[in-house]
């Protein structure tokens, strides 16, 4: 079949369209699954359709500003590149290529702990002051753990996410059909033992820890002075616990529907977390990140009107890295910001500070 030029891709979606026709079966199924039925996956983005906006008219929105900071960085838009396992399964560079792109579009990139790339690889394609955070597995021998941590400090990282919604991987059925049989990774800490039948993701994550607890969230701050975010919280509890706990943020995600199947959405979680912290006087205390399902600027927007302080972006750039590369994802990015750019002025909001929840209409949401 012929492959659909670059500039055919006017949006997120398109990039996965090609990616479906290009990229090796194995490699398509350890990357487009979900867990079980799919329903949470699907959910994700479906989620967003429930809100609708109430655009403000007559607001000088000659200069747009989609400029923000998350843990203090300065970035050029509010999203990031999450981390995502595994990525020479699309392209042969892996990891780097969406360093490069990060680069150019001044985003923030979270290094996934099951990276192809090492590590140090992933950092030393870093450029200039790029920002560069560490998404984190934590392993049953907590001696790994710490100098995976300590060493991320030195090199550099910003920002330590810990992954709390993985006590076990879940079943992603595509992925097991698909016998993972070509590792293309450098996973430390894993052991030999790995069991390949079990698909991709199975086969990489034994060494995970299922009896990591909050006991544990002091002792990862006394090891480091990078911000600490958990990654995976899906409740109001659990953000109001890790305020208490001393946490600088939480990831509001279902680890893009490939954990627990039927758990809701990050953007519906969002809209039951913010009015508990403002109610508290807690919303400056911690950040709060959503992932899941984003695919169009109006729903960074949408996340951003209910409190989010940035969203994490997964499977559309490991697409368009499978499909076209650095030239893809660079062009993911920039119809990103295009996008962001028409929506903030059709909405009426010049800057990020100006969204509010105001702007939107959740009343179709679970809790309206
Ligand atoms: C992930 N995700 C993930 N999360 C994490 O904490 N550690 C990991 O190793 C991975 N690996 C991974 C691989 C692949 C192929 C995908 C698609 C996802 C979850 C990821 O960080 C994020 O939560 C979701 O990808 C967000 O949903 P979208 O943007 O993919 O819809």
Redesign the pocket.
């Given at each position: 079949s012929r492959m659909p030029s670059l500039a055919a891709c006017y949006n997120l979606m398109d990039f996965e369209a090609v990616a479906r026709q290009v990229m090796k079966k194995t490699a398509w199924a350890?990357?487009?699954?979900g867990a079980d039925d799919e329903i949470t996956?699907r959910e994700?983005?479906a989620a967003f359709h429930k809100i609708w906006f109430r655009p403000r008219i007559l607001v000088d929105v000659e200069h747009i500003d989609m400029s923000t900071t998350m843990l203090g960085t300065k970035c050029s838009i509010p999203f990031y590149v999450?981390?995502?396992?595994?990525g020479k399964l699309g392209h042969p560079e892996g990891e780097v290529v969406l360093t490069k792109a990060a680069h150019q579009h001044n985003v923030v990139q979270?290094i996934?702990?099951?990276a192809s790339c090492s590590f140090d690889e992933i950092v030393d394609a870093k450029q200039g002051d790029q920002v560069q955070w560490l998404?984190l597995?934590v392993n049953k021998d907590r001696e790994i753990t710490r100098k995976i941590v300590e060493h991320a400090e030195k090199r550099g990282c910003k920002g330590l996410?810990i992954?709390v919604?993985?006590p076990q991987l879940g079943r992603r059925e595509k992925d097991m059909r698909s016998k993972f049989s070509d590792p293309g990774s450098n996973v430390q800490g894993t052991g030999d033992d790995i069991d390949r039948s079990q698909g991709a993701?199975r086969a990489i994550s034994s060494f995970i820890d299922p009896a990591l607890s909050w006991k544990d969230i002091p002792w990862f701050k006394s090891i480091t002075r990078m911000p600490v975010v958990l990654?995976?919280v899906q409740c109001v509890e659990d953000v109001l616990r890790a305020v208490e706990a001393g946490c600088d943020g939480v990831?509001l995600?279902?680890?893009?529907?490939?954990q627990l199947d039927t758990s809701r959405s990050g953007i519906e979680v969002l809209a039951e977390v913010m009015p508990a912290l403002r109610e508290r006087g807690w919303e400056k205390r911690i950040e709060v990140f959503v992932?899941?399902?984003?695919?169009r600027a109006t729903d960074i927007i949408k996340a951003l009107c209910l409190g989010a302080k940035g969203v994490?972006?997964?499977?559309?750039f490991?697409f368009a890295m499978s499909a076209y590369g650095l030239e893809g994802v660079d062009r993911a990015m920039q119809l990103l910001k295009d996008e962001m750019e028409m929506n903030m002025r059709l909405i009426g909001a010049a800057s990020v500070e100006e969204l509010n929840p105001s702007l939107v209409d959740t009343r179709g949401l679970m809790g309206g």
């Open positions: 350890y990357y487009s699954s996956m994700n983005h999450t981390a995502t396992a595994l979270m996934p702990t099951l998404q597995y996410f992954t919604d993985a993701a990654k995976g990831v995600s279902n680890h893009g529907g490939r992932d899941g399902g984003v695919r994490g972006i997964g499977r559309p490991l």
